[in-house]
């Protein structure tokens, strides 16, 4: 059950939420009238669609994910910031969609990058609400605010920059939905389901990086660093943890050694900087024993 204090801030998340509802056919047709359409090249259309098309089918994830969080948890406030969510995640799918329609590409599930697929499904399957929360709030919607921001800072396409403000706003508040109500649901768990959690979540993790590295050539095209993506993925899902322990008020258990194998991971992986294998595995072992 959740504190009072987190129970007033999952409830204001549900208010925050009615307050900022926006409508996202007009909202999608006022960005297009104020930019005159969307004017990119046939390459960066490419590039936008490879990143954009996982974060559409992360979207339809998060949609069912918290749909199920809304029926499956017992606490009513956190009840209420899963229903807010999912009507968020419902209007990111159907935007999402139409503004790939506009790019002039087709997105169909069965053309997922299978790399994003194995993920998503990781946290769609997940046995335990705790996984659920973790996963989505915790892992997905930290990778997707640090995509949105990053291609927004680079202005590709200002049709896509306004609607990603909108879309970062609203992902804000999951963000803050699971490091409000993780805590009180692992107060519930036993050592033996808190550990099965952590093991998830490592395996979870290290899931990410081949959708990272499948990306590596379109963020090139679009002048964005890949390590940068990265780096700036894993301050947001560490951020994201620590609020979380914060709320719990203990240091979270694992933070270290995750982001440790999660440093020589992307090390090892990494075919951007074109560095041979030796070096690379070089670097990932420097980063475990550091
Ligand atoms: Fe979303
Ligand atoms: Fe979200």
Request: with cysteine; proline share 2%; aromatic share 8%.
């Amino acid at each position: 059950m959740a504190t009072k204090n987190s129970g007033d801030k999952l409830a204001g998340l549900y208010h925050k939420g009615q307050d900022k509802i926006w409508d996202g056919k007009k909202y999608l047709k006022e960005c297009i009238d104020r930019h005159g359409g969307i004017n990119i090249s046939e390459e960066n259309a490419d590039a936008l669609h490879n990143i954009f098309m996982i974060i559409l089918w992360g979207e339809l994830a998060a949609w069912k994910i918290s749909s199920a969080l809304a029926t499956e948890l017992d606490d009513n406030s956190a009840r209420m910031a899963a229903t807010s969510q999912a009507h968020d995640e419902a209007r990111h799918f159907y935007v999402m969609k139409d503004y790939l329609d506009l790019l002039g590409k087709e997105s169909p599930q069965e053309d997922l990058n299978r790399h994003a697929d194995r993920f998503l499904s990781y946290i769609l399957d997940a046995n335990h609400i705790s996984k659920k929360l973790l996963g989505m709030q915790l892992m997905v919607e930290p990778l997707a605010l640090t995509l949105f921001k990053i291609v927004r800072e680079k202005n590709i396409d200002p049709v896509l920059t306004d609607l990603l403000l909108m879309f970062e706003r609203d992902e804000a508040r999951h963000v803050a939905f699971g490091t409000l109500h993780l805590p009180a649901v692992l107060k519930d768990m036993s050592i033996a389901q808190r550990t099965d959690l952590w093991i998830w979540q490592f395996l979870g993790y290290m899931k990410q990086f081949k959708i990272l590295y499948s990306l590596e050539d379109s963020f090139e095209q679009l002048g964005i660093e890949p390590r940068s993506v990265y780096e700036s993925a894993r301050k947001k899902q560490l951020h994201a943890l620590n609020m979380m322990a914060e709320e719990m008020g203990i240091k979270y258990p694992l933070a270290e050694t995750v982001m440790k194998f999660s440093d020589a991971r992307y090390e090892l992986g990494t075919s951007s900087e074109k560095r041979s294998y030796l070096k690379r595995l070089i670097r990932a072992t420097e980063k475990v024993i550091a």
